[in-house]
């Protein structure tokens, strides 16, 4: 065992003695019993059998196909020789931990129709487990607590608050005390955001905590806090859309202090100046919030982002850790949400005790040291009166890929994206869509603006060819890359590029020095931890998201990591991915010491020309091919991307009998079961034929193009813009 490993240990061994954490924020030991892996949520190990002197050894331990092809975000959770984990909609398995063998699936039946308000794909967290149950969340809303054994269901509870909106659920649950709690996800849509507790022997509703206020004029608010909060709002606010701040991640109980601490959602619609005419802070968007788990009463509250614009989340993970602060011994919570900044608070009393930046930003110039409100930089960044190109981007300088916290060398590792978008809205207050998208603004990301700028209005591509913030775009453009930052100062240690901005993945550090991760290119990185250095990596051949995690069985240390493309932008497959070419099977792969080779699945076959369609309808006209195109954009261009490779259906590219069955697919549901909701509610038989006339039409033009690739010799996928127009 190498010097640095024997120095990691001790290091470990001293801060938990120092310290008198129970349980210890100091990494995982031979079982992984959180998705966070400890009480903190590091994503930090505290096993040393793979290191950097045998990890050239590692290999394919076993495998498990889950049939699925959707986004992989969950990291296993490992207890008692029984890994468990969690899939597509809120499937869940278990597997012994050592063999591989399949010791249960769980396949809940789930409403997916809720796909119409799941902006982001049918991802799921993870599971949490405890009292020999495993706790699991579908995507449609309801809580599972399954036997650990058996995997068969001790009870459900329904969690959504109203079924007419647009709530839904991709997060994991926690469990804090007795009662376990989850989150719910639809800010883009017209949802009231909440966490929601319930006891964990009965799955009956202990508490719920509303993130924003209710329309004052159906009476009191539900708690003091809220009543507190409604001061920030406008009276006049948009109460029909619900305000967002959807808890989708971010929810951590602090052992420590009792607190259960929750990351908070984005406004919607985006712009303050339609959700809140009159502006003010709008509590509790963008905020962290500590509850008290036996009451659901607020202990204190820290906003990161006033007013939120930008679709600025907060609900990027938690880690909960003991540092230095000026000379004291502080216990804080490190948080990196979309905004840009890197945040140390305190646990106990929520003060800010530090906030750098780890991406460029114009939102804001700074925090203002004496309140800990960022300085606003309005007229970087209000695209109230113009379009604007904000940084850091709506994907944000950090989203739902945890992070992991190394206690040897007191660094944050995370994956960091520094890109902006372009953001414009239409003029007047909009109508809501129930159950529909009511952010009211489009994006564009700065490494497609310059060759977007040919599709807008001349004069709106003059405006932001004069933005100051237009100028950075052309001089760097943006990029994705894995980083390791001291917490106090935002500084970056090290950072490597990764393939491009869609390529973000969860990381793991060990007490060995290592740190592990994925890339949508299907390749799995071990690096040192303390200069970046790449010491082994192994081809998948299929895209991996999600973070890693490790855990030890008889004396055998694993790492095991979900592999999946899918989550925010999911139709958009970037051509980096390993997706792209093999396909997107998703899959469980389990690596030891000594393993294996990885068998990656086989190459896609060569892309064909797309089909001939059927001729328009009789009728047909331009004015309703237009009327079709704006419809598709409004409705559906969220899920289908219409590019190659995408893991949604192309629809340039149906066949005859998928155009003779369009009514049926698209009004009657004919394809629900499949994750294809129908639409009969908003769209009218003649809206759908003219979204059916705009599609033949793209298709035609699709296929004349591609004819002409073919003949000229080109490949047939060139380079195309990632626009999400209803993102």
């Known amino acids: 065992m190498g010097r640095a490993v024997i120095r990691r240990i001790v290091f470990a061994a001293l801060a938990a003695c120092a310290l008198g954490a129970a349980p210890p924020m100091v990494g995982a030991g031979s079982e992984w019993t959180s998705p966070g892996g400890d009480a903190g949520k590091t994503h930090h190990s505290a096993l040393t059998q793979i290191n950097a002197q045998n990890v050239s050894m590692l290999g394919l331990a076993w495998q498990a196909e889950l049939g699925t092809m959707r986004g992989m975000e969950a990291t296993p959770v490992m207890v008692g020789g029984v890994l468990y984990t969690s899939g597509v909609a809120g499937r869940a398995y278990a597997f012994d931990a050592a063999t591989g063998k399949q010791l249960w699936v769980f396949e809940p039946d789930v409403d997916m129709q809720l796909n119409r308000t799941a902006c982001c794909d049918m991802v799921n967290r993870g599971v949490v487990v405890g009292r020999g149950k495993v706790y699991v969340a579908t995507l449609d809303g309801w809580l599972y607590a399954l036997d650990a054994k058996t995997g068969g269901v001790v009870w459900k509870s329904d969690f959504i608050e109203d079924r007419k909106k647009g709530d839904n659920s991709t997060g994991a649950p926690e469990i804090a005390g007795d009662v376990v709690v989850i989150g719910m996800a639809g800010a883009e849509y017209d949802v009231r955001g909440y966490v929601t507790a319930l006891d964990l022997e009965t799955g009956k509703l202990r508490w719920r905590w509303h993130v924003v206020p209710h329309d004052p004029a159906l009476g009191p608010q539900e708690t003091p806090e809220l009543e507190a909060a409604l001061k920030t709002w406008d009276p006049k606010s948009r109460w029909d859309i619900g305000g967002g701040g959807a808890p989708w991640d971010a929810i951590a109980f602090d052992p420590e202090t009792g607190y259960l601490l929750v990351g908070t959602g984005n406004g919607g619609p985006y712009a303050t100046s339609k959700r809140s005419p009159a502006g003010g802070d709008n509590l509790y968007l963008g905020s962290l919030v500590a509850l008290d788990p036996k009451t659901g009463w607020m202990v204190w509250h820290y906003q990161e982002t006033p007013g939120d614009d930008w679709d600025f989340t907060s609900t990027q993970p938690l880690i909960l850790t003991h540092l230095k602060v000026d000379g004291q011994d502080r216990s804080v919570i490190l948080h990196a949400p979309k905004n840009g ?250 690596f030891r010491l000594g393993g294996g080779t990885v068998e990656q699945p086989p190459l896609l076959p060569p892309l064909e020309v797309a089909p001939e369609p059927p001729a328009q309808a009789p009728g047909v006209t331009a004015q309703t091919i237009a009327r079709g195109q704006g419809l598709f954009f409004g409705n559906c261009a969220i899920c289908h991307a219409n590019r190659h490779r995408s893991i949604t259906p192309d629809l340039r590219r149906m066949q005859r009998g998928t155009h003779g069955m369009f009514r049926q697919i698209v009004l009657e549901g004919a394809l629900v079961p499949g994750g294809m909701p129908r639409w009969d509610d908003v769209l009218s038989p003649g809206d759908a034929d003219a979204i059916h006339a705009y599609l033949i039409d793209l298709q035609k033009q699709t296929r004349s193009d591609e004819l002409a690739k073919q003949k000229a010799g080109k490949p047939l996928d060139g380079p195309s813009l990632t626009i999400l127009s209803n993102y």
């Open 341 to 590: 900044f890197l945040y140390v608070l305190d646990r106990a009393s929520g003060k800010l005790l530090k906030a750098n930046p780890i991406a460029r930003m114009n939102w804001a110039k700074g925090i203002d040291p004496a309140t800990g409100r960022p300085i606003l930089d309005r007229a970087a960044s209000d695209y109230t009166d113009g379009p604007k190109i904000v940084f850091p981007a709506t994907p944000g300088a950090r989203n739902w890929h945890p992070a992991s916290f190394d206690p040897a060398t007191g660094l944050y590792y995370a994956a960091v994206l520094d890109m902006g978008n372009l953001m414009f809205m239409t003029p007047g207050q909009k109508p809501l869509k129930a159950r529909g998208l009511n952010n009211d603004a489009a994006l564009i990301f700065t490494p497609d603006v310059k060759e977007a700028l040919g599709s807008l209005p001349p004069p709106m591509a003059d405006a932001v060819r004069a933005l100051p913030a237009y100028a950075e775009a052309l001089r760097d453009p943006g990029k994705a890359q894995i980083r390791a930052i001291e917490p106090l100062t935002g500084k970056t240690v090290w950072s490597a590029d990764t393939a491009g901005w869609q390529d973000r993945a969860g990381v793991l550090t060990t007490a060995s020095g290592l740190l592990i991760h994925g890339n949508v290119g299907g390749t799995l990185f071990v690096r040192d931890a303390e200069s970046g250095k790449v010491i082994k990596q192994i081809e998948t051949g299929t895209p991996i998201m999600a973070a890693p995690m490790t855990y030890e069985v008889n004396g055998v240390q694993y790492i095991a990591v979900m592999a999946g493309w899918g989550g925010g932008g999911f139709p958009f497959v970037p051509r980096y991915s390993a997706a792209y070419d093999r396909g997107n099977a998703n899959r469980l792969l389990v």
